[in-house]
């Protein structure tokens, strides 16, 4: 007597739909920080709000914001959710979006410090360029040896042996 065990499977139409709302969980997060800034009262996290909003980097600060919780806002319509080539689009642009919070929690921060003798403009070094070329290099070689070590194996090919192989054991 075999049982069949029904698990949940995400498809090319639930999982695109299950992107909006997380887009929205972070358009709250970067709201409540916003005003947490506010209701705090502490004036280095008001003008640490202050300078993403209106400082030298704030161009990037809306890109974040057009990046992170814009671009998931698409897959609401249909139409966006069945277009393979602007999901790997978006899942780009998004994936920029969360490279450029990172840039953004990093450089405004350490752009304003707290002492003014502290404050300048940030310009990458050599060995930022290194540290990021190597991220990549590391990267690739993982992915590579993922694709050296394990193969790929074909679902339909496996649901085929799967059916042949029971067929033979009744």
Not at 34 to 50: A, E, P, R, V
Not at 110 to 136: K, N, Q
Request: hydrophobic share 45%; net charge positive.
């Amino acid at each position: 007597m075999t049982s069949k065990i029904s698990l949940p499977c995400i498809t090319s139409r639930t999982w695109p739909r299950s992107c909006s709302p997380p887009g929205l969980i972070v358009a709250y997060g970067y709201f409540y920080e916003y005003f947490m800034s506010i209701y705090s009262g502490n004036k280095f996290d008001l003008y640490l709000t202050q300078m993403r909003f209106h400082g030298p980097y704030s161009h990037f600060y809306y890109m974040l914001i057009l990046c992170n919780i814009l671009t998931p806002q698409l897959l609401w319509s249909r139409r966006a959710r069945t277009n393979v080539a602007l999901l790997f689009g978006m899942s780009l642009v998004v994936n920029l979006g969360m490279w450029l919070e990172r840039f953004v929690i990093v450089v405004i921060s350490l752009t304003r410090d707290f002492m003014p003798s502290a404050w300048g403009r940030y310009s990458a070094t050599v060995w930022d360029y290194a540290t990021f070329a190597g991220t990549i290099g590391l990267f690739v070689m993982l992915l590579f040896l993922f694709v050296r070590v394990m193969p790929a194996i074909s679902i339909a090919e496996m649901r085929e042996l799967v059916a042949e192989t029971s067929e033979e054991h009744e």
